[in-house]
């Protein structure tokens, strides 16, 4: 469904290997893209270790504040998953073996011959009152409790549900955007730009320099969930920009 | 200098780019490898908006709690580059432009033939009492304060000003890491696994599935600052898959 309120958003993304810069986390850009499509506002990120009591006050902080929260990592079968445990916690709920979860595991483990070991049937382990979230590419599933979707580390079984957890999500208007892309250095153009900020407050304006093998590059970002307006900001600041030769 | 003592740090990512998606982030695996390359425990990364109050209160949350605090983003020319003025209002203190920076942006914008606009000598403005981090690319320098490092957004010049700062760290002990790679699911060695943390509670252990085009991998990876402990977890690891014919 969708909804013209601010739907708003964190994401938490658990995992040692993050943390000591071994593995490059993959999934923050492909939520934030995600959300954004969606019409749903990120708000904050935040990476903690594979710790109990750093995950729960992080959940807690986290769900309480913002429509929804999206977290990352810590459901495999191995004693560093910890964020089932966790998740429970912070809601004060138990955490056990759902029968649901054994049987979308259950055909596909059979069909492959990979026997439900006690450690994969970790993997089945959610807490009181979740629901699940199917994984359509290893079966074991993720789970939503309250406000808290709770999804894999591995980007493919990850954006697979997240795709899966899309439709339980209430949806906001979603936020155009426009870009102008300059040669110049942002310092030329930053007094102008102010100004312009200052002329459409209502509409989000930013400025993003890199160097390219041509010379310097800026994009000049504009967002607004109101297409007229933010039309209207373009216009303006494109004939501004024309004015001082800048385009 | 090298401390024995356990040193830890967190990482603040400042930038509205970051949460709608449009940039990936590519800062956070960059400072996470040089900080557990030199002994620092990176213990938490936050990703925040441009937003004053927001940074503020994230700076004050990180600041305290960790030996060191690392920020990249928000301190370009434009309206939109708010660190500066966030850290001088975490730390109590007025921002004013600072004539060492300048010095450092004279002589590189002369060459350059940029001139040093007033949008431009933003740049220069920091917290009183920082101590400027210098900037091998573009000359507008970092900062820190206390123990808040603050470095620029683009990758480049983060990296500069990171390797910069390096010496004005107290560096830990290295955390030695081992892996170990196996062709079975994870699923298959989480018993094992579990029984040989159990074992050796001092070393910290990981387990991190992926599938490749060969099939299943899992990457096993034991950490610790004591080489010789290190060694033995990881002899006895190998011998116990060995044994159970995992190798």
Do not use: W
Not at 54 to 61: D, G, M
Not at 119 to 141: Q, W, Y
Request: hydrophobic share 45%; proline share 6%.
């Amino acid at each position: 469904m969708s909804d013209s309120g601010d739907i708003t958003a964190a994401v938490l993304i658990i995992g040692d290997e993050i943390l000591s810069g071994r593995t490059k986390d993959r999934n923050i850009g492909t939520i934030a893209a995600h959300l954004d499509a969606i019409g749903i506002r990120l708000c904050e990120v935040r990476i903690v270790p594979d710790d109990v009591s750093e995950i729960v006050a992080a959940v807690n902080a986290l769900r309480v504040r913002y429509t929804y929260l999206f977290t990352t990592g810590g459901i495999g079968p191995t004693h560093d998953d910890l964020t089932a445990d966790s998740i429970g916690a912070a809601f004060g709920v138990p955490v056990d073996i759902d029968p649901r979860a054994v049987a979308m595991m259950q055909p596909v483990y059979a069909a492959r011959n990979i026997a439900l070991t006690p450690a994969r049937l970790r993997m089945a382990r959610v807490p009181e009152g979740a629901e699940l979230i199917p994984n359509g590419v290893t079966a074991a599933p993720g789970f939503s409790i309250g406000n808290v979707f709770v999804l894999a580390g591995v980007p493919d079984i990850m954006e697979s549900m997240l795709q899966a957890a899309t439709e339980r999500l209430r949806t906001g208007a979603k936020i155009n955007s426009v870009s102008i892309v300059l040669r110049q250095p942002e310092g030329e153009i930053a007094d102008l730009f102010a100004a312009h900020q200052a002329a459409y407050p209502d509409v989000a304006m930013g400025s993003y320099p890199s160097f390219t093998a041509d010379g310097y590059r800026t994009e000049l970002v504009l967002r607004s969930p109101d297409g007229a307006r933010l039309e209207s900001a373009r216009e303006t600041l494109v004939r501004l920009l024309a004015e001082r030769e800048f385009l």
